[in-house]
Each structure stands twice: as C-alpha cells, then as structure tokens.
C-alpha cells in the first residue's frame, strides 16, 4: 500500500543546516509537500515539488526530488530556534484527490542554540 | 482573510458518547478534508467533501461520518466514542483540486483536541 516514511528525529545546532528525508511510494503522484506544525497548531505548507522537478529552492529552503529512488529530502540552510517543529513530507495518493494526502509520522526538529 | 476556524478547541467525553465537531473553511474554498492526528498513527485521513458531496474517504469505521453544508462549512460526528478515538482532529481546505493549476495546498484549522475517558 501508500507509504511515507521519515525518520522522527533531528537534531541541529543554531546556524547548521538541516536535512530532512523522506521517502514515498507512489511514483504517479502529482505533487509532493512538504508541512510544518508547530506545537498546538495546525499544519502550515512550507513548500511544494511538482513531480517533474529535480529541485525547487524557496529562499532558506531546498527541496530536492529523486523520483527513481523515491526519495524527497528538505534543507534548511543557516537554521534558526524558531525552526524548532515537526516537519512532515505528504504525497497525493494514485486516484485520490488534492484534499486526501498521505503523510510521513513526522520529523521533529530540535534546534539547540 | 481568515483563516480555517474550528470549534470547540478542546472537549472532554466519555466512552459511548457522541461528538460533532464544527470546520468553516476558508471564504471560497469548496473542498474540505478532514484527518485524524495521534501520536502513534500519525495524520491519518478520514474524508473529503467537495461541493456537498463526500469525495473520498479514508480506513475509518462507520461510527465516524461527516457532512458539508451549502455555505461549504463541514462537520464531523464521531459515535460511540472508544478510548482510542482521542486525537487531534484536524480540519483543512483547499480552493478546489488539482485541477486548473491550482498546486494542491491545503490551509489547516488549529484542531478540535478531544479527550475520550
């Protein structure tokens, strides 16, 4: 079946960079995201990749997409405390529809300063 | 222009109870999804409505259902409640699919937290 994976932790220090990886299934999904949610709110779209991009770099954020491998990653440049979230990698499913995502458990970012 | 609204935030219940949970979504937004957020699942999907109409719907059992009324504001009952229905619940929505450019972006309430005893 559909499957996002990430791993649940990361932990960076104050002006690092941070890489957040992500692998999926379903090679024909359109769009892959990437969501950030901060403790006790909602999820907030970070960014997004269209399926026949390589990369997408949107000021300190780099997605960067290998479809063969089915491996999407996230870099944070120069990471700040307020970077300090869970950060999840979502996937439109085959068949489904824009509001039925699949989405990773989570990486919880840690930003020590 | 404001944001998804859900209510109530926060609510208690016990085993056996029901529950209705309110989303209004964003003005001009016709598509709303709902999904379930726990620690050891993670964000799983329940159901989509668009236009009134249910669109898509995840692996729930039947206790748990929805509707959408005209004005696209959507709520969610949960029947029944088990100790294993408390969660985030979380609203989202979206202009209207992936169709006509649009890049799928959906605008997340803050959650209705929901405590089972």
């Known amino acids: 079946g559909e499957d996002v994976e990430q791993s649940l932790f990361l932990s960076v220090r104050e002006g690092d960079s941070s890489v957040i990886n992500c692998t999926y299934t379903?090679?024909?999904?359109?769009?892959l995201y990437w969501y950030k949610q901060e403790p006790g709110a909602g999820l907030q779209l970070l960014t997004y990749?269209?399926?026949?991009?390589d990369m997408k770099q949107d000021q300190r954020l780099t997605v960067l997409l290998n479809k063969k491998d089915k491996h999407l990653s996230l870099r944070i440049a120069d990471t700040q405390t307020g970077d300090s979230a869970i950060y999840f990698c979502a996937e439109t499913p085959y068949g489904g529809s824009q509001g039925n995502l699949i989405f990773g458990k989570g990486t919880k970012l840690s930003v020590k300063p | 222009k404001a944001g998804v609204t859900q209510t109530p935030r926060y609510l208690i219940k016990t085993r056996g109870q029901q529950v209705t949970l309110s989303c209004s979504p964003i003005?001009?937004?016709?598509?709303v999804s709902w999904y379930q957020q726990t620690p050891g699942q993670g964000l799983q999907f329940l159901f989509e409505y668009f236009s009134e109409t249910q669109r898509n719907k995840g692996n729930f059992p039947g206790r748990f259902s929805g509707r959408q009324f005209s004005n696209s504001r959507s709520e969610m009952n949960v029947s029944t409640l088990e100790l294993g229905d408390s969660a985030l619940y979380l609203c989202a929505s979206s202009l209207q699919g992936l169709a006509g450019g649009n890049t799928g972006e959906l605008f997340f309430g803050e959650g209705s937290r929901l405590t089972v005893l």
């Open positions: 379903d090679s024909s999904s359109t769009y």
């Open positions: 990749i269209f399926s026949n991009m």
């Open positions: 003005s001009g937004h016709r598509s």
